[in-house]
């Protein structure tokens, strides 16, 4: 343990640090000089996805409701807005958003163009876990007198050999659901789409997984739309940085990490009128498209505008 403590003194002796470079430099705080108010608001939907058609935003979990927008990727305009139990949801290339109802106990569906809720069949793989297998094959096991390992690939084989006849085959792709109680997923067939419990069986042994290995996933939408003009010129922009310092961090004797002590420095540009400022954590110039300028920091959101 002695030398593991060593190799990170060393590590951490070899780490290059720097200095404030800008000390007369104001660190952000809503109520700095200068021609801008920051205004602290409640959490906003930001970008997470986008489609050739639309363009969504969703909050983040630090609110007990969450919102889902939608807004027409040529136009920039909204043309819906969805309340939402939370914000695990998943959207498709063809814009459609799947998720889970943790009160309803149902998987549900929005689809465009209208984004109308609806609830999916639910179906369950529970006929193939090994409860249900034992029983239905209970006479071949006492008369093989099936045991331990024997019993275990007994039971992998004869569940692959159901589930490829009674659902793979037919299976088109699986979108992967954030469930809070167990692993769930909704498989989208040729002529239906069903909400499916212990879609974790589908997964359980290497001869199920080869054979799913040609069924891809559905695909998910875009998420590198912020990384474009899109929005527009960002009036913040990151001038330098520096790391003032590095700490060894860890949660036991055995795992042990680096942290930094950092600054950032920042300029903020709007209509003439520009502020530099630094901070120790990163801020972020938060995309919409509402032509608001909102800046999310460690301590919040902030609307920012020129006083008047």
């Known amino acids: 343990m002695r030398y593991i403590y060593l190799i990170a003194l060393i590590v951490l002796s070899s780490c290059?640090?720097?200095?404030?470079?800008?000390?007369?430099?104001?660190?952000?705080?809503?109520?700095?000089?200068?021609?801008?108010?920051?205004?602290?608001?409640?959490?906003?939907?930001?970008?997470?996805?986008?489609?050739?058609?639309?363009?969504?935003?969703?909050?983040?979990?630090?609110?007990?409701?969450?919102?889902?927008?939608?807004?027409?990727?040529?136009?920039?305009e909204l043309i819906?807005?969805?309340?939402?139990?939370n914000n695990r949801i998943h959207v498709d290339t063809g814009g459609s958003i799947y998720g889970f109802d943790e009160k309803r106990d149902?998987?549900?569906?929005?689809?465009?163009?209208r984004f109308i809720k609806t609830f999916l069949k639910t179906a369950s793989l529970s006929f193939v876990n090994n409860k249900s297998l034992e029983k239905r094959f209970s006479s071949e096991i006492e008369d093989r007198k099936l045991e331990g390992?024997?019993?275990?690939?007994?039971?992998?084989?004869?569940?692959?050999?159901?589930?490829?006849?009674?659902?793979?085959?037919?299976?088109?792709?699986?979108?992967q659901l954030d469930v809070i109680k167990s692993n769930a997923a909704v498989a989208h067939f040729r002529n239906e789409t069903v909400y499916l419990e212990e879609s974790d069986l589908l997964y359980t042994g290497t001869i199920i997984k080869s054979a799913l290995a040609g069924v891809t996933d559905c695909?998910?939408?875009?998420?590198?739309?912020?990384?474009?003009?899109?929005?527009?010129?960002?009036?913040l922009s990151l001038i330098d940085q520096v790391t003032l310092n590095y700490s060894l961090d860890g949660s036991n004797h055995y795992v042990i990490g680096v942290t930094s002590k950092n600054l950032y420095y920042y300029e903020l540009n709007i209509d003439g009128k520009s502020t530099r400022f630094k901070c120790p954590d990163p801020i972020e110039n938060v995309k919409n498209l509402e032509e608001q300028v909102i800046?999310?920091?460690?301590?919040?959101?902030?609307?920012?505008?020129?006083?008047k």
């Open 219 to 235: 695909n998910s939408s875009n998420f590198d739309l912020d990384g474009t003009q899109y929005f527009g010129e960002s009036p």
């Open 149 to 175: 390992r024997e019993l275990s690939d007994f039971l992998t084989a004869k569940r692959y050999e159901i589930l490829k006849k009674e659902f793979i085959d037919s299976l088109l792709c699986l979108t």
């Open 106 to 113: 149902k998987a549900f569906k929005y689809e465009p163009p």
């Open 295 to 307: 800046l999310k920091t460690v301590n919040g959101y902030y609307k920012v505008s020129i006083k």
């Open 80 to 85: 819906k807005d969805l309340v939402l139990a």
């Open 16 to 76: 290059k640090t720097e200095e404030d470079k800008y000390p007369e430099m104001a660190v952000f705080s809503p109520d700095m000089k200068g021609d801008f108010v920051f205004e602290k608001i409640d959490p906003i939907p930001t970008y997470y996805r986008d489609t050739d058609e639309y363009v969504f935003f969703i909050t983040d979990n630090s609110i007990p409701q969450s919102k889902v927008l939608i807004y027409d990727k040529e136009s920039k």
